[in-house]
Protein backbone atom coordinates (compact mmCIF):
# COMPACT_ATOMS: atom_id res chain seq x y z
CA UNK A 1 0.00 0.00 0.00
CA UNK A 2 1.85 3.55 -0.96
CA UNK A 3 1.80 6.15 1.73
CA UNK A 4 -0.34 9.01 1.22
CA UNK A 5 0.81 12.28 0.01
CA UNK A 6 1.06 15.43 2.57
CA UNK A 7 -1.69 17.22 0.51
CA UNK A 8 -4.42 14.04 1.51
CA UNK A 9 -3.53 14.74 4.81
CA UNK A 10 -3.64 18.69 4.20
CA UNK A 11 -7.22 18.37 2.22
CA UNK A 12 -8.58 15.65 5.48
CA UNK A 13 -7.52 18.94 7.79
CA UNK A 14 -9.50 21.43 5.92
CA UNK A 15 -12.45 18.96 5.29
CA UNK A 16 -12.52 17.93 9.13
CA UNK A 17 -12.12 22.22 10.00
CA UNK A 18 -14.80 22.32 7.57
CA UNK A 19 -17.29 20.07 8.74
CA UNK A 20 -16.50 21.85 12.47
CA UNK A 21 -17.66 24.95 11.19
CA UNK A 22 -21.01 23.09 9.43
CA UNK A 23 -22.33 21.68 12.37
CA UNK A 24 -20.07 22.90 15.11
CA UNK A 25 -22.79 25.41 16.18
CA UNK A 26 -25.74 22.99 15.88
CA UNK A 27 -23.41 21.16 18.61
CA UNK A 28 -23.20 23.55 20.95
CA UNK A 29 -26.62 24.19 21.09
CA UNK A 30 -27.36 20.36 21.52
CA UNK A 31 -24.72 20.63 24.64
CA UNK A 32 -26.11 24.04 25.96
CA UNK A 33 -29.28 22.52 25.73
CA UNK A 34 -28.96 19.78 28.78
CA UNK A 35 -27.60 22.49 31.58
CA UNK A 36 -29.13 22.31 34.93
CA UNK A 37 -32.31 24.12 36.12
CA UNK A 38 -29.90 26.40 37.17
CA UNK A 39 -27.82 27.19 33.92
CA UNK A 40 -27.62 29.67 31.09
CA UNK A 41 -27.02 30.55 27.83
CA UNK A 42 -23.35 30.27 27.80
CA UNK A 43 -20.35 27.85 28.93
CA UNK A 44 -19.59 26.87 31.37
CA UNK A 45 -22.36 24.48 32.34
CA UNK A 46 -24.25 24.64 35.48
CA UNK A 47 -24.96 20.79 36.12
CA UNK A 48 -26.71 17.98 33.13
CA UNK A 49 -30.35 17.49 33.37
CA UNK A 50 -33.01 17.08 30.80
CA UNK A 51 -34.88 19.79 32.79
CA UNK A 52 -35.08 22.03 29.26
CA UNK A 53 -36.75 19.65 27.27
CA UNK A 54 -39.17 19.10 29.96
CA UNK A 55 -39.93 22.70 29.85
CA UNK A 56 -40.36 22.81 26.29
CA UNK A 57 -43.14 20.32 26.77
CA UNK A 58 -45.05 22.30 29.22
CA UNK A 59 -47.13 25.49 29.01
CA UNK A 60 -44.74 28.32 27.41
CA UNK A 61 -45.34 32.18 28.84
CA UNK A 62 -44.11 33.62 25.36
CA UNK A 63 -44.28 32.04 22.29
CA UNK A 64 -46.73 29.76 20.52
CA UNK A 65 -43.91 26.85 19.76
CA UNK A 66 -46.42 23.42 18.81
CA UNK A 67 -49.05 26.09 17.12
CA UNK A 68 -45.69 27.53 15.06
CA UNK A 69 -44.53 23.79 14.33
CA UNK A 70 -48.42 22.41 13.20
CA UNK A 71 -48.22 25.35 10.64
CA UNK A 72 -44.79 24.78 9.18
CA UNK A 73 -45.51 21.03 9.24
CA UNK A 74 -48.56 21.52 7.59
CA UNK A 75 -47.16 24.29 5.04
CA UNK A 76 -44.10 22.44 4.23
CA UNK A 77 -46.37 18.97 3.06
CA UNK A 78 -48.71 21.66 1.01
CA UNK A 79 -45.62 22.95 -0.59
CA UNK A 80 -43.96 19.47 -0.91
CA UNK A 81 -46.88 17.88 -3.19
CA UNK A 82 -47.18 21.12 -5.24
CA UNK A 83 -43.90 20.71 -5.87
CA UNK A 84 -43.62 17.59 -6.82
CA UNK A 85 -47.14 18.11 -9.19
CA UNK A 86 -45.86 21.13 -10.99
CA UNK A 87 -42.21 20.23 -11.32
CA UNK A 88 -43.58 16.73 -12.74
CA UNK A 89 -45.88 18.33 -15.30
CA UNK A 90 -43.38 21.13 -15.94
CA UNK A 91 -40.60 18.35 -16.59
CA UNK A 92 -42.91 16.92 -19.31
CA UNK A 93 -44.01 20.49 -21.03
CA UNK A 94 -40.23 21.35 -21.96
CA UNK A 95 -39.37 17.66 -23.28
CA UNK A 96 -40.33 19.24 -26.24
CA UNK A 97 -39.33 22.37 -27.48
CA UNK A 98 -42.26 25.09 -27.77
CA UNK A 99 -42.29 29.15 -28.44
CA UNK A 100 -41.52 30.78 -25.70
CA UNK A 101 -40.31 27.98 -23.40
CA UNK A 102 -36.52 29.57 -23.38
CA UNK A 103 -37.53 32.78 -21.89
CA UNK A 104 -40.15 31.17 -19.72
CA UNK A 105 -37.22 28.28 -18.39
CA UNK A 106 -35.03 31.50 -17.55
CA UNK A 107 -38.18 33.46 -16.03
CA UNK A 108 -38.56 30.57 -14.11
CA UNK A 109 -34.43 30.92 -13.06
CA UNK A 110 -34.76 34.43 -11.99
CA UNK A 111 -37.04 33.85 -8.98
CA UNK A 112 -34.11 32.37 -7.46
CA UNK A 113 -31.70 35.55 -7.98
CA UNK A 114 -34.10 37.77 -6.26
CA UNK A 115 -33.59 38.63 -2.76
CA UNK A 116 -35.49 36.39 -0.56
CA UNK A 117 -37.15 39.52 1.27
CA UNK A 118 -37.91 41.24 -1.43
CA UNK A 119 -40.36 38.65 -2.78
CA UNK A 120 -41.90 38.16 0.85
CA UNK A 121 -42.56 42.08 0.89
CA UNK A 122 -43.98 41.94 -3.08
CA UNK A 123 -46.24 38.82 -1.78
CA UNK A 124 -47.43 40.64 0.80
CA UNK A 125 -48.11 43.84 -1.00
CA UNK A 126 -50.30 42.07 -3.68
CA UNK A 127 -52.37 40.32 -0.97
CA UNK A 128 -52.63 43.30 1.00
CA UNK A 129 -53.57 45.37 -1.51
CA UNK A 130 -55.90 42.86 -3.60
CA UNK A 131 -57.91 43.06 -0.69
CA UNK A 132 -56.69 39.42 0.41
CA UNK A 133 -56.19 38.14 4.10
CA UNK A 134 -51.76 37.73 4.44
CA UNK A 135 -51.69 34.11 5.70
CA UNK A 136 -49.57 31.54 5.82
CA UNK A 137 -51.36 28.95 4.24
CA UNK A 138 -52.08 31.84 1.03
CA UNK A 139 -49.50 34.17 0.26
CA UNK A 140 -47.00 32.60 2.62
CA UNK A 141 -47.94 29.08 0.78
CA UNK A 142 -47.23 31.55 -2.63
CA UNK A 143 -44.17 32.77 -1.58
CA UNK A 144 -42.39 29.79 -0.48
CA UNK A 145 -43.22 28.20 -4.21
CA UNK A 146 -40.94 30.35 -5.85
CA UNK A 147 -38.39 29.29 -3.79
CA UNK A 148 -38.60 25.58 -4.26
CA UNK A 149 -40.56 25.03 -7.54
CA UNK A 150 -37.46 26.43 -9.25
CA UNK A 151 -35.15 23.64 -7.53
CA UNK A 152 -37.89 20.77 -8.47
CA UNK A 153 -38.35 22.38 -11.93
CA UNK A 154 -34.12 21.87 -12.50
CA UNK A 155 -34.42 18.20 -11.14
CA UNK A 156 -37.12 17.34 -13.24
CA UNK A 157 -35.13 18.72 -16.26
CA UNK A 158 -31.93 16.85 -15.23
CA UNK A 159 -34.08 13.97 -15.26
CA UNK A 160 -36.25 14.14 -18.10
CA UNK A 161 -32.80 15.18 -20.19
CA UNK A 162 -31.17 11.71 -19.60
CA UNK A 163 -34.66 9.33 -19.76
CA UNK A 164 -34.66 6.91 -22.34
CA UNK A 165 -37.59 7.11 -24.86
CA UNK A 166 -37.29 3.82 -25.51
CA UNK A 167 -39.69 2.44 -22.82
CA UNK A 168 -42.23 4.31 -23.44
CA UNK A 169 -41.91 3.47 -27.18
CA UNK A 170 -42.24 -0.09 -26.08
CA UNK A 171 -45.25 0.92 -23.92
CA UNK A 172 -47.25 2.37 -26.57
CA UNK A 173 -46.11 -0.27 -29.37
CA UNK A 174 -48.22 -2.72 -26.71
CA UNK A 175 -51.14 -1.11 -26.86
CA UNK A 176 -50.77 1.55 -23.50
CA UNK A 177 -52.37 4.73 -23.50
CA UNK A 178 -50.39 7.84 -22.53
CA UNK A 179 -51.83 7.63 -19.22
CA UNK A 180 -50.88 4.24 -18.95
CA UNK A 181 -47.49 4.99 -19.78
CA UNK A 182 -47.24 7.82 -17.23
CA UNK A 183 -48.52 5.91 -14.55
CA UNK A 184 -46.46 2.42 -15.39
CA UNK A 185 -43.64 3.43 -17.15
CA UNK A 186 -42.40 7.15 -16.33
CA UNK A 187 -43.49 8.09 -13.08
CA UNK A 188 -41.65 4.46 -11.74
CA UNK A 189 -38.84 5.23 -13.20
CA UNK A 190 -37.98 8.43 -12.02
CA UNK A 191 -39.39 7.33 -8.62
CA UNK A 192 -36.09 8.52 -6.12
CA UNK A 193 -35.78 11.93 -8.50
CA UNK A 194 -39.63 12.63 -7.39
CA UNK A 195 -38.75 11.35 -3.66
CA UNK A 196 -35.79 13.90 -3.87
CA UNK A 197 -37.73 16.84 -5.42
CA UNK A 198 -40.22 16.45 -2.64
CA UNK A 199 -37.27 16.14 0.20
CA UNK A 200 -36.37 19.53 -1.31
CA UNK A 201 -39.76 21.06 -1.05
CA UNK A 202 -40.38 20.21 2.39
CA UNK A 203 -37.35 20.80 4.25
CA UNK A 204 -36.98 24.35 1.87
CA UNK A 205 -40.41 25.17 3.13
CA UNK A 206 -39.90 23.42 6.93
CA UNK A 207 -36.74 26.17 7.70
CA UNK A 208 -38.00 29.01 5.19
CA UNK A 209 -37.91 32.37 7.07
CA UNK A 210 -36.88 34.97 4.67
CA UNK A 211 -39.88 34.71 2.32
CA UNK A 212 -42.10 33.89 4.61
CA UNK A 213 -41.00 36.88 7.19
CA UNK A 214 -43.76 39.40 5.49
CA UNK A 215 -46.56 36.78 3.92
CA UNK A 216 -47.20 35.19 7.17
CA UNK A 217 -49.61 36.88 8.53
CA UNK A 218 -50.88 37.05 12.45
CA UNK A 219 -49.37 33.79 12.89
CA UNK A 220 -46.08 32.12 13.24
CA UNK A 221 -43.81 29.52 11.34
CA UNK A 222 -41.68 28.07 13.52
CA UNK A 223 -38.47 29.70 11.72
CA UNK A 224 -40.74 32.99 12.70
CA UNK A 225 -41.90 31.69 16.46
CA UNK A 226 -38.26 30.84 17.10
CA UNK A 227 -36.79 33.99 16.00
CA UNK A 228 -39.14 36.29 17.78
CA UNK A 229 -38.26 33.65 20.92
CA UNK A 230 -34.18 35.07 20.77
CA UNK A 231 -35.90 38.98 22.26
CA UNK A 232 -37.54 37.61 24.38
CA UNK A 233 -36.27 34.39 26.04
CA UNK A 234 -33.26 33.87 28.33
CA UNK A 235 -33.12 30.34 29.09
CA UNK A 236 -31.83 26.83 27.23
CA UNK A 237 -35.23 26.06 26.46
CA UNK A 238 -34.82 28.00 23.18
CA UNK A 239 -31.42 25.53 22.77
CA UNK A 240 -33.89 22.44 23.74
CA UNK A 241 -36.64 23.79 20.73
CA UNK A 242 -33.52 24.13 18.32
CA UNK A 243 -32.28 20.57 19.19
CA UNK A 244 -35.48 19.16 18.84
CA UNK A 245 -36.13 20.66 15.42
CA UNK A 246 -32.87 19.70 14.16
CA UNK A 247 -33.24 16.34 15.06
CA UNK A 248 -37.25 16.66 13.50
CA UNK A 249 -35.19 17.62 10.01
CA UNK A 250 -32.90 14.50 10.31
CA UNK A 251 -35.48 12.41 11.27
CA UNK A 252 -37.68 13.83 7.73
CA UNK A 253 -34.31 13.18 5.71
CA UNK A 254 -33.28 9.62 6.73
CA UNK A 255 -37.13 8.28 6.31
CA UNK A 256 -37.04 10.17 2.61
CA UNK A 257 -33.61 8.22 2.44
CA UNK A 258 -35.46 5.01 3.28
CA UNK A 259 -38.31 5.27 0.92
CA UNK A 260 -35.90 5.76 -1.92
CA UNK A 261 -34.07 3.02 -0.69
CA UNK A 262 -37.16 0.61 -0.79
CA UNK A 263 -38.47 2.08 -4.02
CA UNK A 264 -35.03 0.97 -5.78
CA UNK A 265 -35.11 -2.24 -4.12
CA UNK A 266 -38.21 -2.85 -5.55
CA UNK A 267 -37.34 -1.73 -8.72
CA UNK A 268 -34.33 -4.08 -8.66
CA UNK A 269 -36.67 -6.67 -7.79
CA UNK A 270 -38.85 -6.36 -10.54
CA UNK A 271 -36.25 -5.71 -13.18
CA UNK A 272 -35.11 -9.12 -11.71
CA UNK A 273 -38.42 -11.05 -11.86
CA UNK A 274 -38.80 -9.28 -15.60
CA UNK A 275 -35.40 -10.62 -16.63
CA UNK A 276 -36.51 -14.59 -14.85
CA UNK A 277 -39.52 -14.18 -17.10
CA UNK A 278 -37.70 -13.78 -20.56
CA UNK A 279 -35.41 -16.87 -19.80
Not at 141 to 147: D, I, V
Not at 168 to 193: K, N
Not at 244 to 261: E, H
Amino acid sequence: MEPRSRSFYLLGAFFALFILFLYGPTITIGILSFQGPGGGLTFPMRGVSLNWYRELFQQQAVGDIWGAFFRSLVLGLMVMVTTVVVSVMGGLAFRRKFRGSTPLFYLIITSLTIPSILVSLGIGLIFSQSGLDVHWATSGFGAQLTWTLPFGLLIMFAVFNRFDKSYEEAARDLGATPWQTLQHVVLPIIGPSLIGVALFGFTLSYDEFARTLLTAGSYNTLPLEIFGMTTNVTSPVLYALGTMTTLFSFIIIGVFLLIARISQSRRAAMGSDAGKGLV
